[in-house]
């Protein structure tokens, strides 16, 4: 395989372990987001795809090669850091070469006038300088290549540190949550420029972020993490859909997913309070039903429950209604023209898509559930 | 009408919450202008008038002797002396003591281990008593009991008469000006060496920086050019101040080989209580010092900081 493949890699500092047995394959030019929450160890297994960080166990393999022993320096990858980690003493046009001078000059040639002195360091500074410009075009700072990291904006600061990373044309490319200090719309628009940035250079992308939203809309597949262990890796479509662990439904998707505690029979019906949902499971025992926001809809008759607030999104209508069996509230989300026929407090009842519902089990596990067929769900529920 | 009459009444208000607003200022800053202006300004102007007059401490009066004192610094082997080696002596001791600091500093920062206890260490000649480290000194160095000499001995080398030698008296006496300067300009860089972003240490090496010394001159040097500006002011001006190791270890001797600004000073005013003549010495020391801080501010500050 040519991407970046990562085996059975475990990391501890000190008593705490980071990361468990992770393993994880990019493709040679996939864009895969590392997704989870803050302390997941996602970052952690960046810097050691990166070489910025051993393995306690477990291998890394870049373009075909083991480099699990190799240092940063040899392993040809480019990142781009959360804070961007741009040299304040240099100019945008220095900041960007840099990687090239450390690459194609030996150390005495990197020395100041040594371009006076001898032609092939001049030529080579010359070629240096054309793929900076070109970069820098690319990119669309052409014209700050004078400036310094403080007389730049925080998306400018942004395009140089892609700068950077692009200039080499790096076999992998690492992206440490490159888009966290920019302001919400700049965020989307930098989000977008950065795919189409990674169809024109090609290489395999690694994209850590915490922010649902970055994955599931620039990604090829997504991994999710959550306390060090690897809980699934798909394209966004079967994280979203077909999540196999309640952790990853809850955290992907806005508004999070609906949970409801539910019961299944000696028979395996599911039941909310004692009244089925027209869903059978293998065996018998407590479950968590898990309905996303826009699969449940307002029907005559099914889940009981009263509207407590609405929220009016524009495009459409949140209802938090709280579940008469149980405690829960759930939210769902309806059209926009129910905004003038529904107001809080009115009794409603919630019906969902069976062929949507999720049901995991305790241990957060994702459980198989098969609809009744409609008659017997119409006798389960009469 | 009425609106104008109403901004009139505004503006009013306005000028006059301004004015009660510097009042505040002036009376929250008065007490340090009083200090500043009795405890550094009123005596600075007392050393500028003196060095102008011919005052002897006990004498009945004194006159306006113009550029007198002067000339006479000028025709003054002693003065002359303690020109030379006050410089000399910074020379020495303030690029020894910077680089020497400078690579305890990163080594220490490097270390897995240990890092409080060498911090302490070396830090220790700052708040040890100079007097009381000098009767150290003074055993460590004595020509015929001294560790030094002894160990110099046993190797077959020669032995120095360290400060009673007039070739080695100014070496000597650099050395121990060294040890008291690198643990305090140590603290100094390792606090400047913690402020560097780990960040822009694991950027050099994906950039391909794979030598200490690569990443010493793409990141450490760059970003500690703030706290270098500060260290080389602090040790230049601790330097051109020598004074207590000097006093307690030679008296200037032999034969004017160890005399130092600060001592030509003290012993012309509190010595033989030239007054005037002291406060024109102080003047040209004064001046040094400004002249340095100036040149480094001026030329190097624009330099140090990447705003």
């Known amino acids: 395989m040519d991407g970046i493949v990562v085996s059975e890699v475990s990391k501890r500092f000190g008593d705490t372990q980071v990361l468990r047995d992770v393993s994880l394959e990019v493709g040679r030019g996939e864009f895969l987001s590392l997704v989870g929450p803050s302390g997941c160890g996602k970052t952690t297994l960046m810097r050691i795809v990166a070489g910025l960080e051993g393995v306690t166990s477990g291998t890394v393999c870049i373009g075909g090669r083991d480099v699990t022993a190799t240092r940063a320096a040899d392993r040809d990858v480019a990142m781009v850091f959360q804070n961007y980690a741009l040299y304040p003493h240099l100019t945008v046009r220095q900041n960007i070469s840099v990687p090239l001078m450390m690459r194609r000059l030996r150390p005495v040639q990197r020395l100041p006038f040594a371009g006076w002195l001898s032609p092939s360091v001049r030529a080579t500074l010359g070629a240096i300088g054309e793929d900076v410009e070109t970069a820098a075009r690319m990119l669309g700072i052409g014209a700050l290549l004078d400036r310094k990291p403080a007389h730049l904006s925080g998306g400018q600061r942004q395009r140089v540190a892609l700068g950077r990373a692009i200039v080499r044309n790096p076999s992998a490319f690492l992206m440490d949550e490159p888009l966290s200090n920019l302001d919400a719309a700049l965020r989307v628009t930098t989000r977008s420029e950065i795919v189409a940035i990674h169809r024109r250079v090609g290489a395999s992308t690694v994209y850590v972020t915490h922010d649902q939203s970055e994955a599931m809309t620039m990604s090829d597949r997504i991994a999710v993490m959550m306390q060090g262990v690897l809980l699934q890796v798909g394209t966004p479509d079967e994280i979203y859909g077909n999540p196999q662990d309640l952790r990853v439904a809850r955290f992907i998707g806005s508004p999070s997913i609906n949970q409801i505690a539910a019961h299944a029979g000696p028979d395996g019906l599911l039941c909310v309070g004692g009244v089925s949902v027209g869903l059978r499971l293998e065996k018998p025992g407590n479950a968590v039903l898990a309905v996303r926001p826009e699969d449940l809809h307002l029907a005559s008759q099914g889940l009981a429950g009263r509207i407590e607030h609405l929220e009016y999104l524009g495009e459409s209508l949140l209802a938090h209604v709280r579940l008469t069996e149980g405690a829960e509230t759930v939210i769902c989300r309806l059209s926009p023209e129910n905004r003038t026929r529904l107001r809080p407090d009115e009794p409603v009842h919630l019906a969902f898509d069976h062929g949507r519902a999720l049901v995991f089990a305790p241990d957060n596990r994702r459980l198989a559930a098969r609809p009744l067929p409609s008659a017997l769900r119409e006798v389960a529920r009469g | ?307």
């Not at chain 2, 500093?105 to 897995?112: V, W």
């Not at chain 2, 822009?200 to 990141?219: C, H, K, N, T």
């Not at chain 2, 260290?231 to 270890?249: C, E, H």
């Open chain 2, 1 to 307: 009408m009425v609106d104008l009459s109403q901004n009139a009444a505004l503006s009013r208000r306005h000028t006059r919450r301004i004015d009660s607003d510097t009042l505040a200022a002036w009376a929250l800053a008065l007490p340090a202008i009083i200090a500043y202006l009795l405890m550094i300004l009123l005596p600075l102007l007392a050393v500028l008038a003196l060095a102008f007059t011919d005052y002897e401490l006990g004498a009945r009066g004194f006159a306006f002797v113009g550029f007198d004192n002067f000339a006479e610094m000028l025709r003054d082997r002693t003065f002359a002396a303690s020109i030379r080696n006050t410089f000399a002596y910074a020379l020495f001791v303030v690029p020894l003591s910077i680089g020497i600091a400078l690579l305890l500093a990163i080594l220490i920062e490097d270390g897995a281990r240990g890092r409080a206890f060498f911090r302490a260490a070396l830090f220790l000649p700052v708040v040890s008593l100079t007097v009381a480290m000098a009767t150290a000194w003074q055993y460590l160095l004595h020509p015929t009991i001294g560790p030094v000499n002894t160990i110099l001995r046993d190797l077959g080398l020669g032995t120095p008469n360290w400060l009673g030698a007039s070739e080695w008296v100014l070496v000597s006496l650099g050395f121990i000006g060294i040890w008291q300067n690198v643990g305090f300009n140590l603290v100094l860089f390792l606090a400047g060496l913690t402020a560097i972003p780990r960040e822009l240490y694991s950027a050099a090496e994906i950039d391909g920086a794979r030598s200490p010394w690569a990443r010493f001159r793409l990141v450490t040097w760059p970003m500690l050019g703030p706290t270098m500006l500060f260290v080389v002011i602090i040790t230049m001006t601790r330097s051109i101040q020598v004074f207590d190791t000097v006093q307690t270890l030679t008296q200037g001797g032999p034969n004017n080989a160890s005399e130092v600004l600060l001592r030509t000073i003290y012993q012309e005013a509190f010595h033989y209580f030239r007054f005037g003549y002291g406060a024109a010495v102080t003047l040209v020391f004064l001046a040094c010092v400004l002249v340095l801080t100036l040149i480094q501010t001026r030329l190097i500050d624009r330099k140090v900081h990447y705003g």
